[in-house]
């Protein structure tokens, strides 16, 4: 047990020390992922406002995947390039990459490629 509990406090370092650095681009919304093991999610919050300005995930109605289609990287691109269409009806243009405790390869690393294809800047 206390396996599982070093690396919940690893998890919980790693996504505190991103945030620290985060904070000091104050003004600039922040495009943040949660990944599971079925699903990625991404939204652009306003941490000023306490509001989220836009949100993108494999769950979204117009775009759920099938049960038999596999969750890989082509599909968090898309969900990268969904986000970036959202942010740009909504006039988003600059954001701060928000990977949370995750690391920056894989899925993550694919969904802000798509989301840099689809026009955001970060």
Do not use: W
């Amino acid at each position: 047990m206390a396996g599982d509990k070093d690396k919940i406090l690893a998890r919980m370092k790693r996504a505190k020390r991103l945030r620290h650095s985060i904070a000091k681009q104050r003004g600039r919304l922040r495009l943040s992922v949660f990944r599971s093991n079925r699903n990625i999610f991404a939204q652009i919050i306003d941490d000023k406002d306490g509001v989220t300005v836009a949100q993108a995930s494999t769950l979204d109605k117009d775009f759920r995947r099938q049960s038999t289609q596999p969750f890989n990287k082509d599909l968090a691109r898309e969900v990268g390039r969904r986000i970036a269409a959202i942010a740009k009806e909504r006039n988003v243009t600059q954001v701060v990459f928000d990977r949370g405790p995750y690391l920056y390869h894989g899925k993550v690393k694919a969904l802000a490629d798509g989301a840099r294809e689809g026009g955001l800047v970060f």
